[in-house]
């Protein structure tokens, strides 16, 4: 079993920047391998942000690109998001997930069904 918890979350004005981090515990290793950034906003579907792979792979939403950046610790068991210039339309709860490295999960690995463990999620709230 594995075990996410985020934070990091909070109210910024737009313009702004946060850090949001995801501590993972338990079989991290062969469980939570490959890692990903998720966000809700109200009233819509779970939209991928940011993923990390094996190694130095990273994958990123067109709509995020160039401002959000995924990163691990050494130890691979903490997982960050850097959110830099953040837009209003960036307002939601953010959820990280973790998922065994599968050919599959690289093939999808922003689609929500391709993770297999969540945390509870932080909230993000831009104003303007």
């Known amino acids: 079993q594995v075990q996410l918890v985020e934070s990091g979350g909070g109210s910024v004005q737009a313009g702004g920047s946060l850090r949001l981090s995801c501590a993972a515990s338990?079989?991290?290793?062969?469980?939570?391998?490959?890692m990903a950034w998720f966000r809700q906003p109200p009233g819509k579907e779970r939209e991928g942000l940011a993923a990390s792979g094996r190694g130095s792979d990273t994958f990123y939403a067109d709509s995020v690109k160039g401002r959000f950046t995924i990163s691990r610790d050494n130890t691979r068991a903490t997982l960050y998001l850097q959110m830099s210039n953040l837009k209003p339309e960036d307002t939601a709860m953010y959820y990280c997930a973790a998922a065994t490295c599968t050919a599959r999960w690289y093939i999808s690995s922003l689609n929500p069904a391709a993770s297999t463990t969540w945390g509870q999620g932080t909230q993000v709230t831009v104003s303007i």
């Open positions: 338990g079989h991290t290793d062969t469980q939570a391998d490959c």
